[in-house]
C-alpha cells in the first residue's frame, strides 16, 4: 500500500476511537492527534487504550 492509503487508513482509525470515546471528552477542547509511524502497525485495542489514557491525563490537568 502507498503512503496515501495507510495515512487515510489511521485518520478513519483515529476518527473512530475518538467517536467511541466521547464520553471521555467533558471539557471544551479542539483535539490534534500526532500519529507516530509506528501507530500504523499497532493494534486497534492498542491505539484505543493508549488514546483514553492520554485524554484522561488532558482531562486530568485541565479540571486542576
Known sequence: YGHAV???RIKRVVRAIFRGNRNIATLPVDVVVNV???ARQAP???LEADFAARFRELTRRLDA
Open 6 to 8: 495507510a495515512r487515510n
Open 44 to 46: 486497534h485495542d492498542r
Open 36 to 38: 507516530k509511524p509506528n
